[in-house]
């Protein structure tokens, strides 16, 4: 099946640093998504993409879908502790999600 | 329901033994999904609902492994004669539509161990 490559797959972060995470692909996606997972609970939708080049916020995230869709990156401006979870990146092909590995994040007060 | 539910959240089976996880998605919702999570693994597509229509399971396992939405809302994931690479996080999502702004909504997934 299809791969997305995801990285980093942790990163330990100050309190108030910035993060980016990023995701590729060797195929194109129509759609891409990022969602943040808690332990024991499933994915919650952060933000979602829909065409090439498309950069959208989400209060402190912004996403964009590269331009070559087989990308996009993820940045969270001044990490706060409840950002702490995993990360992941999602490309959708015709109702078909495939998702990434995880970015594992850790914010340190 | 204001989310998506499932149940059991957690199932041990011994192996061999058939279970049943059962998803409750957003009223209304059209399409359903069923994705497989193992420990430290983002979620794997199993297969794909638009109302009672398995339109792809090309995800599914293996023959062991089925799934149904008879009346286009509540969904069964049927598991036989389980073994211990079964064991993993099941995550169901329900979104609105099939289309352009398909943004899935998770549940909590159910977790079975298979001993």
């Known amino acids: 099946g299809q791969q997305l490559n995801q990285s980093p797959q942790s990163m330990f972060i100050q309190e108030g640093e910035d993060v980016s995470m990023n995701c590729t692909s060797s195929s194109i996606f129509n759609t891409w998504l990022w969602y943040k997972q808690d332990p024991g609970e499933g994915p919650v939708l952060l933000i979602a993409l829909y065409k090439a080049g498309e950069l959208t916020s989400n209060g402190r995230l912004t996403a964009q879908f590269g331009i070559t869709r087989k990308d996009s990156f993820l940045n969270i401006s001044a990490s706060i502790p409840s950002d702490v979870g995993i990360y992941f990146c999602?490309?959708?092909?015709?109702?078909?999600?495939?998702f990434g590995s995880g970015t594992k994040l850790n914010v340190k007060p | 329901g204001a989310g998506v539910s499932q149940s059991p959240r957690y199932k041990v089976a011994k192996r061999g033994q058939d279970v049943a996880l059962r998803c409750d998605p957003i009223s209304g919702h059209v399409s359903l999904f069923w994705y497989q999570q193992a420990l430290g693994q983002g979620p794997e597509f199993l297969t794909y609902f638009q109302n009672e229509a398995q339109l792809d399971k090309s995800g599914l396992p293996s023959d062991r492994f089925f799934a149904e939405r008879p009346e286009g809302s509540v969904s069964t994931l049927k598991i036989q004669r389980t073994q211990q690479e079964d064991s993993a996080v099941y995550l169901c999502?329900?979104?609105?539509?099939?289309?352009?702004?398909?943004?899935?909504?998770f549940g909590p997934g159910t977790r079975l161990t298979v001993l």
């Open positions: 999602a490309g959708d092909n015709f109702n078909k999600f495939y």
């Open positions: 999502a329900s979104s609105q539509t099939g289309g352009r702004g398909n943004e899935q909504f």
